[in-house]
């Protein structure tokens, strides 16, 4: 069965309810400062959406085979939107549906010229999820079964946020918080960054586990300074203290760090840069996304390559969609899911999510026989030309 189609397109989901529940406060995403590489510049410093980029929507990838099946990939960003229409749907067109490992070679060589890591492997990510979504429907079992799983009963869920009493009062057992205060904010943003911690720690008692997020904010002396005075708090892990490009910087941090569990990688594309965290022992959790490293293909590549070091995977926000439950109910070195909450205190998950979306109920979320391909249940008069 041969591609007849590769198309990037828009989802106009119908009309929800608003959520009935009445909220206690605002979510803490509405106005939390959160340390991030831009935290230098006073005039982006307090919100990181002062910077973010704008008319940045999300897109779909819908690939259709000659019989009519057609399988989706979802995405963000015109460039990447771009990428897939102008580089890749014409080399795509016309080879099997089913050699994923050979069209995802393409695409890595095809984007050689303009640069593979970033754009190009979000537009690669997409189109490689949909090409699985495709698979599946064409051969009738869901995802999971393709990549040899499932691997477990539960997929053991943790909280990302900072508004931990709500998530406790949920039922979570793990929380990892985003970290205010950076290098800029001084012997000052060390102290408050320890208060912060303490008053999670003391919200969520001993018999919980604590990370904390560091979204690229930190040189490697900052991160030595906190993580000493955070000791007393028993973090499990923290993450994404450096810029991702430096690889020598992670290994002065593991050296400096050796008795603290380090975990990084969602902004790092491709398997590759995961090769020299594995060669140089710089981590202990992988984390990449698997909408921006390469889609379902390469998280599998970097599950086998963390499995023969010993190391453990966890999917950024991989217990949000179907594509990285998928993934993490399959590989056996995945054993817990990222669940970002950002809607408000005494707003149920479920009310946030919406309809059909698997939400966590005492910190796991529970298997069930999947539908074919990932099942995200969108039907195709929902979908509209994203170029207009």
């Not at 704008?54 to 989706?72: I, Y």
Request: a negative charge; glycine letters at 8%; charged letters at 20%.
């Amino acid at each position: 069965m041969k591609i007849q189609s590769v198309e990037v397109v828009r989802i106009q989901h119908p009309a929800t309810s608003v959520p009935s529940s009445t909220p206690r406060r605002p979510a803490w995403t509405t106005s939390a400062e959160v340390a991030n590489p831009m935290s230098g510049f006073p005039r982006f410093k307090a919100h990181r959406s002062l910077y973010g980029p704008r008319q940045w929507p999300s897109f779909a990838v819908k690939v259709t085979a000659e019989d009519g099946t057609w399988g989706l990939g979802t995405g963000n960003g015109r460039p990447a939107a771009a990428v897939i229409t102008d580089a890749f749907a014409h080399i795509l067109e016309g080879e099997e549906c089913l050699a994923i490992e050979k069209l995802w070679d393409m695409m890595f060589r095809v984007s050689k010229p303009f640069g593979t890591p970033g754009i190009a492997t979000v537009a690669i990510s997409s189109v490689d999820l949909a090409l699985w979504d495709l698979a599946g429907k064409l051969q009738q079992r869901p995802v999971y079964e393709l990549i040899g799983g499932p691997a477990r009963d539960r997929i053991f869920t943790y909280a990302t946020g900072n508004d931990v009493d709500w998530y406790r009062e949920l039922g979570f057992r793990a929380f990892k918080l985003a970290c205010p205060y950076g290098p800029a904010d001084g012997l000052d943003g060390l102290e408050r960054n320890e208060e912060f911690v303490a008053r999670a720690r003391d919200v969520i008692g001993d018999n919980a586990e604590l990370m904390l997020d560091c979204y690229m904010a930190f040189d490697v002396e900052y991160t030595v300074r906190l993580a000493e005075r955070l000791r007393p708090y028993r973090l499990k892990w923290i993450e994404e203290c450096l810029i991702p490009e430096d690889i020598e910087a992670h290994r002065a941090l593991r050296s400096r760090l050796p008795w603290q569990s380090l975990a990084s990688g969602e902004h790092m594309y491709t398997r590759f840069p995961y090769q020299q965290m594995i060669k140089y022992d710089c981590l202990d959790i992988l984390q990449p996304d698997i909408h921006w490293v390469g889609g379902l293909s390469e998280c599998v590549r970097i599950c086998h390559m963390a499995a023969a070091a010993g190391k453990t995977v966890c999917l950024h926000g991989g217990a949000l969609n179907p594509y990285g439950l998928h993934l993490t109910w399959a590989m056996p070195n995945t054993p817990w899911g990222e669940y970002f909450v950002g809607s408000a205190p005494g707003v149920p998950l479920q009310e946030a999510a919406g309809s059909g979306s698997p939400v966590p109920r005492d910190s796991h979320i529970d298997f069930q026989p999947g539908e074919p391909g990932f099942g995200l249940r969108i039907k195709e008069e929902w979908l509209s030309p994203f170029w207009t």
